[in-house]
Nanobody, 124 residues
Framework: VQLQASGGGLVQAGGSLRLSCAAS????????MGWFRQAPGKEREFVAA????????DYANSVRGRFTISRDNAKNTVYLQMNSLKPEDTAVYCC??????????????????WGQGTQVTVSS
């Protein structure tokens, strides 16, 4: 299983970025997908998750209303649209896959597979 995240970069506060995570080696629709982030000196934190069919989503309170998670099962790809970015959103963002046919894992759940991260830096 491979999860390849991309789309990070440097953006000014108030700007937008869209992250992508391309998955291979798994039956994509059978996995809930999540985005996590880790800032320097901080623990990894949950950002957003989406169910295998895309009908259910969950967000951390800190990003709700600003970030949108979506997926394209035909392309084996999950996205994270990030708007109204703040300096505190600066972190390495990575995607993860959790095998389940229905619903979402809890925000503190351990996922089955993890990808490498992509750096997001928001300047003030």
């Amino acid at each position: 299983v491979q999860l390849q995240a991309s789309g990070g970069g440097l953006v000014q506060a108030g700007g937008s970025l869209r992250l992508s995570c391309a998955a291979s080696g798994l039956t994509f629709r059978a996995y809930a997908m999540g985005w996590f982030r880790q800032a320097p000196g901080k623990e990894r934190e949950f950002v957003a998750a989406i169910s295998g069919g895309g009908g259910s989503t969950d967000y951390a309170n800190s990003v709700r209303g600003r970030f949108t998670i979506s997926r394209d099962n035909a392309k084996n790809t999950v996205y994270l649209q990030m708007n109204s970015l703040k300096p505190e959103d600066t972190a390495v963002y990575c995607c993860a896959a959790d095998q389940r046919l229905w619903g979402l894992p809890g925000q503190n759940s351990e996922y089955d597979y993890w990808g490498q991260g992509t750096q997001v830096t928001v300047s003030s």
